[in-house]
């Protein structure tokens, strides 16, 4: 069984960082890109990074551009979004997807749980 978890999430302050990590299981991380959504309440779901494992392509939204990065642990079978400068606009559940290189939900087949992050003071 396909298995994705995320973790890493919690609260931080405004301008605060957290590092967020998909541990994934039951499948070849080599034959997905990894996807990084979030969804607040109230907000539809959106794409906030992707990494094709097979060629290292990045894609990230406008919003999180120069603040997040993510990459890959082939060893590990982990992605990972690191998240600097954190803010408020930025609380949302944040879920780790598994599927074809797109920052489009609909594109992905395999989803976890998700983390919560929450930005405040």
């Known amino acids: 069984q396909v298995q994705l978890v995320e973790s890493g999430g919690g609260l931080v302050q405004p301008g605060g960082s957290l590092r967020l990590s998909c541990a994934a299981s039951g499948l070849v991380l080599d034959y997905y890109a990894i996807g990084w959504f979030r969804q607040a309440p109230g907000k539809e779901r959106e794409g906030v990074s992707c990494?094709?494992?097979?060629?290292?392509?990045?894609d990230y939204a406008d919003s999180v551009k120069g603040r997040f990065t993510i990459s890959i642990d082939n060893a590990k079978n982990t992605v990972y979004l690191q998240m600097n400068s954190l803010k408020p606009a930025d609380t949302a559940v944040y879920y780790c997807?598994?599927?074809?290189?797109?920052?489009?939900?609909?594109?992905?087949?395999?989803w976890g749980q998700g983390t919560q992050v929450t930005v405040s003071s």
């Open positions: 990494i094709s494992s097979s060629d290292g392509s990045t």
């Open positions: 997807a598994a599927g074809d290189y797109s920052l489009l939900s609909t594109e992905y087949d395999y």
